[in-house]
């Protein structure tokens, strides 16, 4: 799996956006990025996923840079709903096993009112 | 769409009593399965996987096993309960070319 390191911790205001970046250099061309969070307590929810074309849903975007070494999610009005720790991985749609998933430590997001 | 469903939400047991924790797969057929165990403030350690019915690889050698008797039911099971079991249980499904999407965990307590 490609390896991928983000921000420890990152702190954002009520409102405003959050940009979370990520970087992963040694992606391969046919590995996704996704995004997952998980709050205190709770299971890791997925947020977004992306090859090379920027993404956007109801919960974020996802910008992928040309080179495909480096992304950013961002939350455009981030609530303090949002504290979580913030997950990116790389892998391949099909991989299963253990290859489905392996978080690294994560960014911990905390909103501040 | 599709839905997990894992409970109970929350379980105490005391040491060398058993386990049975059950997931449940609605609105898609023949997913991948998974269970996964968090241990406080640690990751997500993959301990079985399923790609269909009666088919369980285990990640590591421990005290607990999985079954799948049905295609979209994942069952967590032990025998005895060690202390070390304690933590917390999450299951999830992929299917084709699709994110892992977990269920809202178990959280065990050994005693």
């Known amino acids: 799996d490609a390896k991928t390191t983000q921000p420890t911790s990152m702190d954002c205001a009520e409102g405003r956006a959050a940009n979370l970046p990520c970087n992963h250099s040694?992606?391969?061309?046919?590995?996704?990025v996704y995004w997952y969070r998980q709050i205190h307590s709770q299971g890791p929810q997925y947020i977004i996923h992306g090859l090379k074309n920027n993404e956007t849903n109801e919960m974020a975007s996802l910008i992928i840079t040309e080179d495909r070494k480096s992304s950013t999610l961002i939350l455009p009005h981030a609530t303090l709903r949002d504290t979580a720790v913030y997950y990116c991985?790389?892998?391949?749609?099909?991989?299963?096993?253990?290859?489905?998933?392996?978080f690294g430590s994560g960014t911990r997001l905390q909103v501040q009112p | 769409s599709q839905t997990i469903h894992q409970w109970p939400a929350t379980l105490v047991q005391p040491v060398g009593s058993p386990l049975s924790l059950e997931c449940t797969v609605e609105g898609t057929s023949n997913p991948n399965l998974y269970w996964y165990r968090q241990a406080a403030g640690r990751g997500l350690q993959l301990l079985f996987y399923?790609?269909?019915?009666?088919?369980i690889s285990s990640e590591v050698p421990q005290n607990l096993s999985a079954s799948r008797p049905q295609d979209r039911q994942f069952i967590l099971s032990s025998k005895k309960l060690l202390l070390s079991d304690s933590g917390f249980y999450l299951c999830?499904?992929?299917?084709?070319?699709?994110?892992?999407?977990f269920g809202n965990g178990t959280r065990l307590t050994v005693t």
């Open positions: 999830a499904w992929t299917g084709n070319n699709s994110p892992l999407h």
């Open positions: 991985i790389v892998r391949l749609p099909t991989d299963t096993g253990r290859r489905a998933l392996t």
């Open positions: 399923s790609v269909g019915i009666g088919q």
């Open positions: 040694t992606i391969s061309g046919n590995e996704y």
